[in-house]
């Protein structure tokens, strides 16, 4: 969903370097977290291995409307493979992405900000809701909302903030058009939670086990 369509040269270098650096940081410290469990939970790798290999295939298939949007399912991620993973797998989507001409190497890092941010609320409000809404497919719908509302929060405050070179607009024109594509965005969200409420819902009436928020 929320994703940063910029060619390389966009960013300036030196913003492109921070938001690489954040990412770097968040992914090196989703490593450690794994790296120090006491048993490593080949579970865990398996799902977040195959959820690499879908959400990369789904991430290309863009939806014609106002230009083209896609479905992310980074909240999806989070919820089988857990926030720690999940950041794993969406910095290897990005340079994946990056590698076919989806988004430019210099937004790697600003691109997996966004969906770090996608893939831990989405894990998070998922978990916390266990005890208010337990139906799983409700459960799932309102944390891929919230999960993608987030992200494009943040989209939309990295692009203020850095500002995209050869652009002459102002802050509030960029924000507007920004705006009205979060809107779009958000539009298309709904669908990714009703799909990611049905794909939850499935799994968890065969294997409960492999959702984060269910697992004993």
């Not at 909302?145 to 903030?161: H, K, Q, R, S, T």
């Not at 794909?199 to 009436?205: F, L």
């Amino acid at each position: 969903m929320a994703h940063i369509h910029l060619e390389d040269g966009s960013f300036s270098l030196f913003f492109a370097l921070i938001w690489w650096t954040a990412a770097i940081i968040l992914v090196g410290i989703a490593i450690y977290l794994m790296r120090s469990e006491k048993k490593p939970d080949r579970r865990k790798i398996t799902l977040a291995a195959f959820c690499t290999a879908a959400a990369f295939a789904i991430f290309q298939v863009s939806i014609p409307i106002f230009g083209g949007v896609h479905l992310n399912l980074t909240p999806l991620i989070g919820i089988l493979a857990g926030p720690a993973a999940g950041a794993l797998v969406v910095l290897i989507i990005n340079i994946l992405s990056a590698a076919i001409g989806h988004g430019g190497w210099g937004l790697i890092g600003a691109n997996t900000l966004v969906n770090i941010v996608e893939v831990f609320v989405g894990y998070s409000c998922f978990c916390l809701l266990k005890s208010t809404i337990p139906d799983l497919f409700s459960r799932a719908g309102i944390a891929t909302i919230a999960g993608l509302l987030c992200g494009n929060i943040v989209m939309i405050l990295i692009i203020i903030i850095s500002g995209v070179q050869g652009v002459n607009q102002s802050t509030v024109q960029i924000l507007t058009g920004l705006s009205l594509i979060a809107a779009v965005n958000m539009g298309v969200a709904v669908i990714e939670g009703f799909v990611t409420g049905l794909i939850v819902a499935y799994i968890g009436k065969v294997r409960p086990d492999l959702l984060v928020g269910e697992r004993p």
